[in-house]
């Protein structure tokens, strides 16, 4: 039986071409650390009939994903929103027979995706924010007036110059510059 | 290491939207004879930013690990995103020894070295083990 998605989608989604497998994908994948076991998934699907994302998404199915990496589309998934919807919820984690880490493996998925150039906004903003204040999330003024009525301790500061160099030696600086030449082009 | 002192790991969610979970907490813990200390340096746990960089993650939790380590103090966490990234990433790095010199390699940059001596958990199983301690 296909599955929902796959009687939505244009008789073009359907055809997969042999040009577009990538049989070396899924060793690419394996050697990210967590996520060595993604050719031990057999498709019983349990992760996805658990997953509480899937339950209410037309399009996310967590089976679909592991069995397009397996098979070597790297560029339908790495291009797909789909990875990006998991919450790292772990259940898949918990109840699959075979202990494949596919929260692990999407996060493995996420960071090639991102070193392609696709990065939603949000990790954006996010990333920007823990390099500028230390903190994943800007603290208003307001918040920080309020602790001191509550008569709580100052936040402890952050040492910026440690994290921008941090981020210049893993690389991180770079993925984010690297959106940001893609936006100018556009 | 005395397990009546934590360095408290505040996280970011907390100071930006549940101050009251700080606050009892530390009426708790001055309740049970624990003391907190402030961290001298803070950043994020990394959970945030896993999707986009594995190795930044590793290298920011493992820098607030080194901060604790340089106290020799174990960490107590409120927020329980962050209890688990640096639970799993003490865990991790004490146990691949080829991830942790990669780590190092990092840290190295700016003068910090993962050595795992100590411990990070999340308040409510330090309040736990210290009723365990009084019993």
Redesign the interface.
Same mark, same amino acid.
């Given at each position: 039986m296909p599955e929902k998605t796959q009687q939505k989608g244009t008789e073009q989604e359907k055809i997969i071409k042999a040009n577009e497998i990538d049989p070396h994908f899924k060793y690419e994948i394996s050697k990210v650390p967590g996520a060595k076991k993604i050719m031990m998934c057999f498709q019983c699907g349990t992760c996805t009939a658990d997953c509480p994302i899937a339950r209410f998404s037309d399009s996310y199915r967590p089976r679909k994903l592991m069995r397009m990496t397996q098979l070597g589309l790297k560029d339908r998934v790495l291009s797909s929103d789909n990875i990006w919807l998991c919450a790292a919820c772990f259940t898949c984690v918990d109840h699959c027979p075979q202990d494949v880490e596919i929260s692990s493996i999407l996060r493995a998925l996420r960071n090639m995706a991102v070193k392609e150039g696709v990065m939603p906004v949000v990790f954006r903003d996010l990333s920007s924010n823990i390099l500028k204040t230390g903190y994943a999330y800007m603290i208003p003024a307001s918040r920080l007036r309020k602790r001191e009525e509550q008569g709580l301790p100052p936040l402890p500061k952050a040492s910026l110059e440690s994290l921008a160099k941090l981020s210049e030696v893993t690389g991180f600086s770079k993925l984010l510059k690297k959106k940001k030449e893609e936006k100018a082009d556009d | 290491m005395t397990e009546l002192k934590y360095l408290l790991f505040?996280g &970011? #969610?907390i /100071? !930006?939207r549940i *101050?009251s979970y700080? #606050?009892s907490t530390?009426k708790v813990a001055k309740k049970l004879g624990i003391e907190l200390v402030?961290? /001298?340096?803070? *950043? &994020?746990c990394g959970l /945030?930013?896993?999707?986009?960089?594995?190795?930044?993650m590793l290298?920011?939790a493992a820098?607030n690990l080194c901060l604790a380590e340089q106290q020799n103090l174990n960490i107590m966490t409120l927020c329980t995103g962050c209890g688990g990234t640096l639970l799993k990433v003490n865990e991790?790095l004490k146990h691949?020894k080829n991830?942790k010199e990669k780590v190092n390699g !990092?840290?190295k940059?700016?003068g910090l070295e993962f050595k795992g001596t100590i411990k990070s958990n999340i308040s409510f199983k330090c309040f736990w083990k210290t009723l365990d301690l009084k019993k």
């Open positions: - | 505040l &970011c #969610i /100071p !930006y *101050n700080e #606050i530390r402030e961290m /001298p340096d803070f *950043n &994020c /945030p930013i896993d999707p986009v960089s594995h190795d930044m290298t920011l820098r991790t691949d991830l !990092y840290l940059e700016i």
